[in-house]
């Protein structure tokens, strides 16, 4: 079996490297690895021995992953930019087969059978990537369209659409949007009617990512008339049915390699089977997949933001303006002191929040605050550090125009900032009743 191929293949590769006993459920596969990756990108917390949330299990998984990201996708990422995908399925196997899209899934089906601080490492890790489309992508495959399914799914839907997700051979995407539903999730038209033990599925979803590649959509579509909060399910819809169309692939602002699509259905037929757990319980299902899909966001750009101050160091300590690198100015240093502070702050909420999270506590409150404030970091540090660059900063050859662009998203997507607020509100009970 693969998953038992996988666990052997780990240890080989760590009693090879003399490095760590891991639990042997742990697949990281080995591979023939390039130069070691530069440590000077190493967050202040990575590089501390007595860490808050991490083990030296933590650290090697990380470690493991690095050498995939350098070998397997860096080297292409400008490519992909420019042609506005990237293979989700070649690189989603790679990542599979090593075991990095499902840590925190069960082992029965194909996960590591690891807590959810794991998840937030291999966030972490694809924030060195060097574009945030990629790891925007593999994280919907890993930690938002998947959570669910996991947790609330049959034993025969998880073995048909779950393994294949965490072992890399299916893609999947998650359809909640759609053209006039984005922030009031409750308020969403697309119909799933009952049709003896089928659905008929009829509507549509916008902004999908992954969705010109999937091959099956985590679905949120109304299957009654009930009230806006109950009458909602979460169904496993594969993408190659009859009626299912994408409409287009749209172009945005930035993470370019990342393909986004607009989803039309009409009268596509689903076996009831394919609902995730109880039919009318797709709302909660999907408000709870959101908070690991926040604290996921959160940790995947810290990474980045790391990068992006370190990148400008570099740039600002070679350039030269009246006669002294651009960062001996002390606006220039005392900026970057404060942002790297700001990263230092969000990196705690974050830690403090999925250290509840593993014990079983609801987070939604600190998870939405880590998202609201990792959106607006994001824009701050990006328009902040860009200005260093000068002329260089407009132009699309650097990391941290390309960063400016991407990180935009995040006070939008997965919950807008005033979304967060208004969760934040409700939880400080501060929200007037309407
Ligand atoms: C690149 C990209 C990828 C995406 N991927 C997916 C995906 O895979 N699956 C998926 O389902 N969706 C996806 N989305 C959709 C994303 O989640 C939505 O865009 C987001 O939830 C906002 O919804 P909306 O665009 O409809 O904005 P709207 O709901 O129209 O909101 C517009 C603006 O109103 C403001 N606003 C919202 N609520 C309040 C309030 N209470 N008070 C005051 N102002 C408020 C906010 O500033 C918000 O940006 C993606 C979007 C993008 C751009």
Not at 293 to 305: D, F, G, H, K, Y
Request: with cysteine.
């Amino acid at each position: 079996m693969a998953l038992r191929e996988g666990a052997l293949r780990l240890h080989f590769y760590y009693n090879r490297r003399n490095f760590l006993k891991f639990p042997s459920c742990v697949s990281v596969r080995s591979l023939s690895y390039n130069e070691p990756s530069n440590p000077a990108t190493a967050s202040v917390a990575e590089i501390t021995d007595d860490h808050v949330i991490y083990t030296q299990q933590h650290f090697a998984l990380k470690e493991s992953l690095r050498k995939i990201i350098d070998q397997e996708i860096n080297p292409y990422v400008d490519q992909w930019e420019a042609e506005g995908k990237f293979p989700a399925h070649k690189i989603f196997k790679i990542l599979g087969t090593a075991g990095f899209l499902g840590v925190n899934k069960p082992v029965e089906y194909g996960g590591l059978g690891l807590d959810f601080s794991y998840s937030v490492a291999v966030a972490e890790e694809l924030g060195n990537i060097r574009c945030g489309g990629i790891p925007m992508a593999i994280g919907v495959q890993s930690d938002m369209a998947t959570p669910a399914l996991a947790r609330f799914g049959s034993a025969e839907l998880k073995k048909e659409f779950l393994v294949p997700t965490i072992m890399g051979d299916k893609v999947a995407c998650i359809g909640v949007s759609e053209v006039g539903a984005g922030s009031d999730v409750s308020s969403i038209i697309t119909k799933a009617v009952r049709k003896g033990d089928e659905y008929v599925i009829n509507g549509g979803k916008m902004w999908t990512t992954n969705g010109t590649q999937a091959d099956w959509m985590c679905l949120l579509a109304n299957t009654s008339d009930g009230p806006p909060h109950r009458n909602k399910s979460l169904i496993c819809l594969p993408m190659n049915l009859p009626g299912v169309h994408i409409a287009r692939k749209i172009d945005k602002l930035g993470m370019w390699s990342s393909d986004t699509a607009e989803v039309f259905f009409d009268d596509v037929h689903v076996p009831c089977k394919n609902v995730i757990g109880l039919e009318g319980m797709g709302f909660t299902y999907q408000m709870l997949q959101f908070q690991e899909e926040r604290l996921w966001a959160v940790a995947n750009i810290v990474t980045t933001m790391d990068n992006i101050i370190q990148d400008t160091i570099q740039y600002t300590r070679q350039r030269k303006i009246f006669k002294q690198p651009v960062l001996y100015h002390q606006s220039v240093h005392f900026r970057l002191a404060e942002l790297q502070t700001e990263v230092e702050l969000l990196r705690s909420l974050l830690y403090h929040a999925t250290a509840l999270y593993i014990k079983g506590n609801d987070v939604t409150k600190l998870a939405s605050m880590a998202k609201l404030k990792g959106g607006r970091l994001a824009r701050e540090l990006g328009d902040g550090c860009l200005q260093y660059w000068g002329g260089m900063g407009f132009t699309s050859d650097v990391p941290v125009s390309r960063f400016y662009r991407d990180s935009r998203l995040l006070s939008i997507g997965a919950g807008a900032d005033e979304v967060m607020l208004a969760i934040i509100c409700k939880y400080m009970d501060t929200l007037p009743n309407k």
